[in-house]
């Protein structure tokens, strides 16, 4: 393979061999080291082989000591090629000028893909990347993915992970969120713990402070459920940071309702596409007009100029797509629409408080001829537990004080 | 003078080759290896290499003859074509039919 490439890049002549001696010919030529590749016979007319330019002359001459007629069939290799093209000053002035565009297109970043679904944090990533400079068009080595890196991850905390993957001119963003880690209570922060809504206490475990309340208590909103301020025969009282666990079976109650009849969009079967091209990131609508319908749905299909999958070039045709639709009153089955809402619910509950943390419900529905209305009625078990500090007019007491200043003088008269 | 003095190309006589090949035959390794003899080698019936010393006697698209040093070797076949010739090296592609020796 690599002989042939070779030879197509020194170029080749191929020889037309006549006479008698073809045999003797050939001999002679290799033992004078002039090789003669790809010789085929044609019937008893002649012989042919492919031969180095610059040998020519010199097996033109061992021809004629041999009897043997020897011409030019063709001209073949890049050489010979250069030499046809050089009369053509428009073509190569084109091709140089196509292979500097591509040389400079496949230089650049035109496609930009963040892996994120969720719009807002789609939002957030594109605004730190602009931030760093990186937009669509930027030369590929200004993109120096460490460095952005270290920027965006210093700017947001967010992030476990960041990097912006190159390929081609196709940067792909990679965002990783970490777990944030839980807040740890200052203990010099004095508080109490309320609740944050009525229920039965169901686990209650109290950490720090006092609390003369049980499993199994009735508790209302805004009680409160520990109390930082823990009696003490010294000083009277001691002030703490009050920690704890208010686990209570609480009710909530949830209500949709969807009317029976719905309008459905029915598409008619009239489909108008409109295009519009998109050169360099600016788009060039090929049309003047919206579509005629009153109602229709829009489909966008873009199709992109690339040379590979991953050299995609700053070319693409947007296809609108506009299908007409008529809006027609559907009536709804009261079965349907209640198994709807009843699952609709039960999906929000379960967002809200957790699969495993619902301990009963109950569903009520109500049915009139223009609406259906579905109540869910749940038990849930529930944190109810929320930090309140407590404000003082003078430092209060803390245990640190009572060590310092209340035990050490007594001590002391010991 | 023995700077002017040039290296000659290593050949053998028929006589020196024939003793050459019994030294092979006694210690029982290739000829190849010690009498540079000619290699054959023919690959399905569409290639065929010849490594020796050689020079053709006869070439058309259906014949080719090769004079070697103890005998002659013919090939027989259809659409020949010689993708290398060199010396020592032949290449041989197309659709060979026979092979013959001839002493």
């Given at each position: 393979m690599l002989k042939y490439l070779f030879h197509f890049l020194t170029g080749y002549v191929i020889i037309k061999i006549e006479g008698t001696n073809v045999e003797d010919f050939l001999n002679l030529c290799t033992?004078?080291?002039?090789?003669?590749?790809?010789?085929?016979?044609h019937g008893k007319a002649y012989a042919s082989g492919e031969l180095h330019p610059s040998y020519y002359h010199?097996?033109?001459?061992?021809?004629?000591?041999m009897d043997v007629k020897i011409s030019v069939l063709r001209r073949g290799g890049l050489p010979f090629a250069l030499l046809k093209l050089k009369k053509r000053k428009a073509f190569i002035a084109g091709f140089l000028v196509m292979m500097f565009l591509m040389f400079w297109l496949c230089g650049r970043i035109w496609v930009i893909d963040i892996e994120e679904t969720n719009p807002n944090r789609r939002n957030v990533i594109a605004a730190a990347l602009e931030e760093n400079g990186v937009k669509s068009g930027m030369p590929r080595h200004r993109l120096k993915p460490f460095e952005i890196q270290?920027?965006?991850?210093?700017?947001?905390?967010?992030?476990?992970?960041?990097?912006?993957?190159?390929?081609?001119?196709?940067?792909?963003v990679q965002v990783r969120y970490g777990k944030k880690p839980p807040e740890v209570a200052d203990p010099q922060d004095i508080s109490n713990i309320i609740s944050t809504k009525n229920g039965i206490l169901h686990r209650f475990i109290v950490r720090s402070g006092s609390s003369s309340l049980k499993e199994g208590d009735y508790v209302t909103e805004g009680q409160l459920l520990i109390s930082g301020v823990v009696p003490n025969e010294l000083v009277g009282a001691m002030y703490v940071h009050a920690e704890g666990d208010a686990i209570a079976k609480t009710d909530r109650v949830l209500t949709e309702s969807m009317p029976l009849t719905v309008s459905e969009r029915v598409k008619t079967g009239n489909v108008t596409k409109k295009y519009s091209?998109?050169?360099?990131?600016?788009?060039?609508?090929?049309?003047?007009?919206?579509?005629?319908?009153?109602?229709?749905?829009?489909?966008?299909?873009?199709?992109?100029?690339?040379?590979?999958?991953?050299y995609i070039l700053p070319?693409?045709?947007?296809?609108?797509?506009?299908?007409?639709?008529?809006?027609?009153?559907?009536?709804?089955?009261?079965?349907d629409a209640e198994r709807d809402l009843k699952n609709s619910l039960l999906n929000s509950l379960y967002d809200s408080v957790g699969k495993k943390n619902v301990v009963s419900s109950q569903f009520t529905v109500e049915k009139s001829?223009?609406?259906?209305?579905?109540?869910?009625?749940?038990?849930?078990?529930?944190?109810?537990?929320?930090?309140?500090?407590?404000?003082?007019?003078?430092?209060?007491?803390?245990?640190?004080?009572?060590?310092?200043?209340?035990l050490l003088p007594e001590e002391k008269g010991n | 003078m023995a700077h002017k003095r040039k290296r000659k190309k290593y050949s053998m006589g028929k006589a020196t080759s024939q003793k050459v090949e019994k030294v092979a035959d006694m210690l029982d390794i290739s000829k190849d290896f010690l009498a540079g003899s000619l290699k054959v080698t023919i690959i399905a019936n569409c290639e065929l290499t010849v490594e020796g010393e050689i020079s053709i006697l006869e070439y058309t698209d259906t014949s080719l003859k090769l004079n070697t040093r103890s005998f002659i070797f013919g090939?027989?076949?259809?659409?020949?074509?010689?993708?290398?010739?060199?010396t020592d090296y032949l290449r041989l592609v197309g659709n060979i039919l026979a092979t013959e020796y001839m002493v």
């Open positions: 033992r004078e080291k002039i090789y003669i590749h790809r010789l085929s016979h010199k097996a033109k001459l061992f021809a004629r000591d270290q920027s965006v991850m210093a700017s947001h905390k967010e992030f476990s992970w960041f990097w912006i993957e190159v390929k081609g001119t196709h940067a792909v091209v998109n050169i360099l990131g600016k788009d060039f609508n090929l049309f003047f007009k919206a579509p005629k319908y009153k109602h229709y749905d829009g489909i966008i299909k873009e199709k992109r100029l690339h040379l590979t999958r991953d070319f693409s045709v947007k296809i609108y797509e506009y299908s007409e639709v008529k809006p027609t009153p559907k009536k709804l089955k009261e079965q001829p223009e609406k259906i209305i579905v109540t869910l009625k749940a038990e849930c078990l529930e944190n109810i537990a929320k930090q309140v500090p407590i404000s003082f007019e003078e430092k209060p007491f803390t245990p640190s004080d009572i060590s310092k200043d209340i | 090939i027989k076949g259809s659409d020949f074509e010689i993708t290398q010739l060199d």
